[in-house]
């Protein structure tokens, strides 16, 4: 594995990286977006989870294009923090805290959206429970529950905005200081607007 792995290195990265953005990352943002219907009100919400559930291929589409590539994802994203080099303390670049804050919220990431997955998909389906507007409700009223989601999503929402910065720079497409510091406000721009976005959805249960 580990010569393997040398020898794809480049390869490995690069399908790592671009995973994180297409499909994880835009499903992510599908997610949130979905879930604050829940601001309209349990009515305007079980009608938009009905829809999605009643999708033909449902199964198939969330095999290839979310459970995979984000257990791709993860798998060697956990191979890659062997290689963590934490400088944060001994340099006081803002950067390198961000390198160890991509790292310390893709494990928070991890924990919790292994959590979300067992609770409201996997369990719902063995026990054939509906998922529904009360059903979240019902989970949010636990203050611990509660706080939990709540650092659960802002810790993806970091990762995924900040990602979104590394992989501009890894592709090439952000080359210069100039471009990257550009970047950095778009991409603080879009993890405040995101993190918005699904604590009011969360919020909408309570
Ligand atoms: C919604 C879930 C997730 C999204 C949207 C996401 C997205 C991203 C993005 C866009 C990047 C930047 C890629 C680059 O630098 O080119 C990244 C990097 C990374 N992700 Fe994730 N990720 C998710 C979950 C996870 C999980 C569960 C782990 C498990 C530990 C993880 C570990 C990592 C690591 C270690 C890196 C840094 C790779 C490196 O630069 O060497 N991610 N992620």
Known sequence: MREWLKKNNFLVRKIHSLLGIF????????????????TFGPEVYNEKIEWIQSMPYLFALEVGFIFVPLLFHA?????????WKDNSSRYRYARNWLYTLQRVT???????????????????????????FELVAN????????????VGISATVFHFTNGIWSFLVHWGITVGPKSQRIAGYVCAGLGVALLYIGLDALWAFR
């Not at 798998?75 to 062997?82: E, P």
């Not at 989970?139 to 709540?150: C, K």
């Open 23 to 38: 499909p994880v990352g835009v499903f992510l943002t599908e997610h949130l977006i979905t879930n604050s219907f829940a």
């Open 75 to 83: 798998l060697f994203g956990f191979v890659f923090l062997w290689a």
């Open 106 to 132: 893709g494990i928070i990431a991890f924990v919790f959206i292994g959590y979300h997955v067992w609770e409201f998909r996997i369990e719902t389906a063995l026990n054939g429970k509906p998922v529904d």
């Open 139 to 150: 989970e949010m009223v636990n203050i611990r529950a509660f706080l939990f989601y709540i």
